[in-house]
């Protein structure tokens, strides 16, 4: 007669660890860690220039519940600069709670899940305006003096004022 083998089944027991992750993840909200407090307020936490070339997707809990695990999206050009500064982003956001909810930072440089969630959106650099010269307002308002409104004139020589800023001097 064979005897049954029981592969993979645990007979009615389950893992320490898998009973107190639950457990373990409510202390550590109690404690102030909360996901969405990270997420909400990335940029406060990690500034402004990390913010924009990063984004975290995940954090998630180990087999031992001993600190978590941060996962960051970014983009391929920016991931080495990232991964150097790993250290430095753990570090800001133990401080931001108060004590070492986050024990690693892994980089991704696409949503953890598949690559349709991993699209990225950061916030684009601001547009830098050049101010038009005195030479060139003059020119835009010689322009429109033809014009007998005011306010047409006015909006004309702003507009002629704008479009020879951005034109190179060979095009003028």
């Given at each position: 007669?064979?005897?049954?083998?029981?592969?993979?089944?645990?007979?009615?027991?389950?893992?320490?660890?898998?009973?107190?992750?639950?457990?373990?993840?409510?202390?550590?909200?109690?404690?102030?860690?909360?996901?969405?407090?990270?997420?909400?307020?990335?940029?406060?936490?990690?500034?402004?220039?990390?913010?924009?070339?990063?984004?975290?997707?995940?954090?998630?809990?180990?087999?031992?519940?001993?600190?978590?695990?941060?996962?960051?999206?970014?983009?391929?050009?920016?991931?080495?600069?990232?991964e150097m500064?790993?250290?430095?982003?753990?570090?800001?956001?133990?401080?931001?709670?108060?004590?070492r909810a986050?024990?690693?930072?892994?980089?991704?440089q696409t949503?953890?899940?598949?690559?349709?969630?991993?699209?990225?959106?950061?916030?684009?650099?601001?547009?830098?305006?050049?101010?038009?010269?005195?030479?060139?307002?003059?020119?835009?308002?010689?322009?429109?003096?033809?014009?007998?409104?005011?306010?047409?004139?006015?909006?004309?020589?702003?507009?002629?004022?704008?479009?020879?800023?951005?034109?190179?001097?060979?095009?003028?």
């Open positions: 007669m064979k005897q049954q083998r029981h592969i993979g089944t645990t007979r009615g027991f389950s893992r320490a660890a898998t009973l107190m992750q639950t457990r373990i993840r409510t202390a550590s909200e109690e404690r102030g860690f909360a996901v969405t407090r990270l997420l909400t307020h990335w940029a406060e936490v990690v500034g402004d220039a990390t913010a924009s070339t990063a984004t975290p997707v995940n954090v998630s809990y180990g087999k031992g519940g001993m600190g978590a695990t941060l996962t960051l999206l970014t983009t391929g050009a920016q991931a080495p600069m990232l500064q790993k250290e430095k982003i753990r570090e800001k956001v133990n401080a931001c709670y108060g004590y986050i024990a690693r930072v892994r980089i991704t949503a953890p899940t598949g690559f349709s969630e991993g699209r990225v959106a950061f916030t684009p650099a601001p547009k830098t305006r050049k101010a038009p010269t005195a030479e060139i307002r003059a020119a835009a308002e010689t322009l429109a003096d033809t014009v007998e409104s005011d306010e047409l004139r006015t909006a004309l020589a702003a507009l002629g004022a704008n479009v020879l800023t951005k034109q190179n001097p060979e095009q003028r």
